[in-house]
């Protein structure tokens, strides 16, 4: 295993962290994960799927973006995810060997998902959408009219979860939808740390089912 632990700067100057872990020379999938601003990759939900698509063989590239908070929140949802969608962007563009890999998973988290939604042009295998934010239409229609094969899991108490665009995104072929019932934005469950463990272990399985099928 190879890990890389480095910066590139955007167009502005500013750093862009990012992690590379490399399975072996030979390896052809990646997978990319975009966190969100509160939740980092060092966090559970990303910690567990990078051991997971490891394991299947997978090279894992964590784009650890950084941004002030005080300046980015004041910034509309629109700038914040071209902001993020043209960090990651710049950091594929650098880091990632051209041509080296058949299959690219794309992983993004709450914000991320926004991030991502700007990066659908880009040749990607599958998608995994973590408690994106349905409710920003711009967001919602992205996904609406994508046809990548996704994965999006989220549950019914987060803030995010808008029944009926949740419905409608579980009716598109290429979408397979789960929701955690009693799960928040973090995908914790509001009975406590044991469910949470739970509801951890279902999003996993549900990550692996996907990436086998």
Sequence with gaps: MDIAKEAIRNTDGEPIP???????????????MLPGLGYTTD????????GLFFDKGFDVLH???????ASFTKRD???????ISDDVEKVMEEVVPEAKYTSIYMMAKSIGTGGLAHLLELEMTKVIWLTPLLQIDALYDCLRNSWKES????????????????????AKRNFKVQIFKGADHSLE???GIYQSIDCLKAVMKEIELFTSE
């Excluded at 990012?18 to 990319?32: K, Q």
């Design 43 to 50: 966090q559970p939900l990303f910690y567990y799927a990078t």
């Design 63 to 69: 784009i650890q973006y950084e941004y002030d908070s």
């Design 18 to 32: 990012y992690r590379f872990i490399r399975n072996n020379s030979n390896n052809s999938r990646l997978c990319v």
């Design 189 to 191: 469950h509001e009975g």
């Design 77 to 83: 949802r629109k700038e914040q995810f071209k902001i």
């Design 151 to 170: 994965l999006l899991l989220i549950g019914d108490q987060d803030k995010c979860f808008v029944k009926e665009r949740v419905s409608g995104l579980a």
